[in-house]
T-cell receptor, first 114, second 113 residues
Framework: ETGVTQSPTHLIKTRGQQVTLRCSSQ?????VSWYQQALGQGPQFIFQYYREEENGRGNFPPRFSGLQFPNYSSELNVNALELDDSALYLCASSLGQGPNYEQYFGPGTRLTVT | AQSVTQPDIHITVSEGASLELRCNYS??????LFWYVQSPGQGLQLLLKYFSGDTLVQGIKGFEAEFKRSQSSFNLRKPSVHWSDAAEYFC???????????FGQGTRLTINP
């Protein structure tokens, strides 16, 4: 069984640019959540997608957007990058919504904004 | 709103010694509680979780945690640590039906040989 994979591993962007991060869910998982982990901090919830619909959103501005595809893979898009967007971005997939379904995390994408 | 406090940013213990990592949460009802471990370059791995029932829960890698409602705590313990336990540990809370996990700041564990 393949776990959660994310691409790219590392990324360097310039302030004002746009970025797309990708996540492949674990087989059979219909729910994906995205988290931002700044250096020295715990992960912060960005949003969750369930069966291709946004299913909950954290305290992030609209320039953070996402997509979930019919195969349940997902993208996180960030527009107008700011220096504070530099972080590790984690995606997690699960068999369903709600905390009773274990979230399986990918290794993350390290984004550096200069 | 839910919140998690991990009072210890960094803990150092000797190999073979016992370990306790502290976690305090804030939530109005019975929470779902989790402990995750993150090694360098790795994603988060679930060590254990508490939803209901027995307040002492067993996890992987020899870890256990105890839910104490009166203290709003969910401390992680291990009787004897191994060098491979060196990592960052995160406590997290979720409300019933909630989509998101709310994480603490993390505790970095260093093991002395």
């Amino acid at each position: 069984e393949t776990g959660v994979t994310q691409s790219p591993t590392h990324l360097i962007k310039t302030r004002g640019q746009q970025v797309t991060l990708r996540c492949s869910s674990q087989s059979g998982h219909n729910t994906v959540s995205w988290y931002q982990q700044a250096l020295g901090q715990g992960p912060q919830f960005i949003f969750q997608y369930y069966r291709e619909e946004e299913n909950g959103r954290g305290n992030f501005p609209p320039r953070f957007s996402g997509l979930q595809f019919p195969n349940y893979s997902s993208e996180l898009n960030v527009n107008a990058l700011e220096l504070d967007d530099s972080a590790l971005y984690l995606c997690a997939s699960s068999l369903g919504q709600g905390p009773n379904y274990e979230q399986y995390f990918g290794p993350g994408t390290r984004l550096t904004v200069t | 709103a839910q919140s998690v406090t991990q009072p210890d940013i960094h803990i150092t213990v000797s190999e073979g010694a016992s370990l306790e990592l502290r976690c305090n949460y804030s939530y109005g009802a019975t929470p779902y509680l989790f402990w995750y471990v993150q090694s360098p370059g790795q994603g988060l791995q679930l060590l254990l979780k508490y939803f209901s029932g027995d307040t002492l829960v067993q996890g992987i890698k020899g870890f256990e945690a105890e839910f104490k409602r009166s203290q709003s705590s969910f401390n992680l313990r291990k009787p004897s640590v191994h060098w491979s336990d060196a990592a960052e540990y995160f406590c997290a809370v979720a409300g019933q039906g909630a989509q998101k996990l709310v994480f603490g700041q993390g505790t970095r564990l260093t093991i002395n040989p």
